[in-house]
Nanobody, 116 residues
Framework: QVQLVESGGGLVQPGGSLRLSCAAS????????MAWYRQAPGKQRELVAV??????RNYADSVKGRFTISGDNVKAVFLQMNSLRPEDTAVYYC???????????WGQGIQVTVSS
């Protein structure tokens, strides 16, 4: 069973930066998309950013121009987060979508807190 492990979260002041990383326990050669989601207290999980195997990227409107997703399409995905705001505070999850019907993999989540 593949495990995804996130790192790089923590506490940062407003305006600061963090870089999240997510690494799989082994290489996966059927990935079609890599994504980051987040879930704030009392809110539903939302898609933050996604990158496809073809290199296309999409972002939630709330993070456009501040966050950048990158990945190697085999084992790791990253999320560079700049100009962080208190409303970015959430647990962030990485997700690897596989070719149907293989399903997908989720990380365990990592806390990001933006506060002065």
């Amino acid at each position: 069973q593949v495990q995804l492990v996130e790192s790089g979260g923590g506490l940062v002041q407003p305006g600061g930066s963090l870089r999240l990383s997510c690494a799989a326990s082994r290489s996966i050669f059927s990935i079609v998309r890599m994504a980051w989601y987040r879930q704030a207290p009392g809110k539903q999980r939302e898609l933050v950013a996604v990158i496809t195997s073809g290199g296309s990227r999409n972002y939630a409107d709330s993070v456009k121009g501040r966050f950048t997703i990158s990945g190697d399409n085999v084992k790791a995905v990253f999320l560079q987060m700049n100009s962080l705001r208190p409303e970015d505070t959430a647990v962030y999850y990485c997700n690897f979508g596989l070719q149907p019907p293989r399903g997908d993999y989720w990380g365990q989540g990592i806390q990001v807190t933006v506060s002065s």
